[in-house]
């Protein structure tokens, strides 16, 4: 992602000790000098929690942006107040508000490596599950954007594999006899996979890091999948849900949700769904046989 990214409303959950200075000068690089890659415009408002230095540190580089986005504080729920169902922790029920307000998620946690207990990396999850654009800022003040969570099941012909990615867990549906698999998908921003016209430029490649087998990526070329550090995946298909793969054409008729590219707004909708979920089937064997499997 190399343009700047359009979102009208921004989430905030930090590490409550206070960023790290490489988070602080990272996040304030993307909201107020508006400056690199991913850098965030068009901020109109910012949700966040009261709790610690970590909420202190974004509210000063917020007052900073121009113009100054209005600011919404979620508080912890007071007894008797609705909480998530099943329950969670007060802390956890306030940030699922936070994420459920925002089109975007910034979250700073204070590890690098994933924590099954953290705040802030259970934020991210249930971000990614429901949908939401994330970038996290570590500790160094590096970032990890963009992806989201889809349910991975294998289907194969005896010939051939296919990794179908669906939006939705399929097993609630009547399908608890797939073998499913959640996992983390990056998609090719839609200005990297269509020309000016409309048309397609080219078919994405999907990767799968070499960091964590359950990262998935998908690449314009052989190359910039190789540079990135990832190995080929196969043949996929992107799809909103199980009765979607097997019947493509009906998504046409009742429009679906992009993935939110670069320099596009978040939550616009596209009429031609099952085009969306064909243009990233990988067909071109020729050049997936030729990294390998």
Request: aromatic content about 6%; overall charge neutral; hydrophobic content about 35%.
């Amino acid at each position: 992602m190399n343009k700047p990214i359009v979102v009208g409303t921004v989430g905030f959950i930090g590490v409550r000790g206070g960023l790290a200075y490489p988070q602080f000068r990272t996040a304030s690089r993307l909201l107020v000098e508006c400056d690199g890659p991913n850098a965030l415009t068009g901020v109109e408002e910012v949700h966040r929690a009261n709790d610690g230095w970590g909420d202190a540190d974004f509210d000063r580089i917020f007052r900073w942006m121009t113009p100054t986005p209005r600011v919404v504080i979620h508080e912890m729920p007071k007894p008797g107040q609705p909480v998530a169902d099943p329950p969670i922790s007060p802390a956890h029920n306030r940030n699922r508000q936070i994420v459920d307000s925002c089109n975007l998620l910034v979250a700073c946690p204070p590890v690098e490596v994933e924590e099954l207990r953290s705040r802030t990396w259970v934020a991210v999850r249930y971000a990614r599950r429901v949908g939401k654009m994330v970038i996290i800022i570590l500790p160094d003040g590096t970032m990890e954007v963009g992806g989201r969570e889809y349910y991975m099941t294998p289907v194969s012909n005896g010939r051939q594999s296919v990794s179908v990615f669906l939006c939705h867990d399929p097993r609630p549906s009547g399908y608890g006899g797939l073998r499913v698999t959640p996992v983390l998908l990056e998609t090719l921003p839609h200005s990297n996979r269509l020309g000016p016209d409309g048309t397609a430029t080219a078919r994405p490649l999907l990767g799968r890091s070499t960091q964590g087998p359950l990262r998935y990526r998908e690449f314009p070329s052989r190359k910039a999948l190789l540079r990135a550090g990832f190995v080929p995946a196969g043949r996929y298909r992107v799809c909103d849900t199980w009765d979607d793969y097997h019947n493509p054409w009906l998504a046409q008729n009742e429009g679906s949700i992009l993935d939110t590219g670069a320099g596009q707004s978040l939550g616009s909708t596209d009429p031609n769904g099952a085009v969306e979920a064909i243009l990233r089937d990988s067909a071109d064997a020729d050049a997936v046989a030729g990294l390998g499997r």
